[in-house]
Nanobody
């Protein structure tokens, strides 16, 4: 079983920045693809960004140029640097690990962008 723990969510003003972290409990992290998803109230969960075990990345069009996904395999941790935040970025952000052993989710961290 893999446990994923997100942190870093907060209330931030439009135009501000946040850095989310996702810590994995097991070393399969380095051999797994990782993703950040988000779910806003009344909306379906959507993929925000992904990073493969080799470091290739992909982003939703809505966050390209503003968000950066990265990983530190030595720390079993993934990050999401979010800049130029907008009100529409408000959501619960979830960490997702995809491996040959299974598909795992964190509990989510709330990001609220508001004045």
């Amino acid at each position: 079983q893999v446990q994923l723990v997100e942190s870093g969510g907060a209330l931030v003003q439009p135009g501000g920045s946040l850095r989310l972290s996702c810590a994995a409990s097991r070393s399969i992290f380095s051999r797994s693809s990782m993703n950040w998803y988000r779910q806003a109230p009344g909306k379906e969960r959507e993929l925000v960004a992904g990073i493969t075990s080799s470091g290739s990345t992909n982003y939703a069009d809505s966050v390209k140029g503003r968000f950066t996904i990265s990983r530190d395999n030595a720390k079993n941790t993934m990050y999401l640097q979010m800049n130029s935040l907008k009100a529409e970025d408000t959501a619960v952000y979830y960490c997702n690990l995809v491996s040959i052993w299974g598909n795992y989710w964190g509990q989510g961290t709330q990001v609220t962008v508001s004045t």
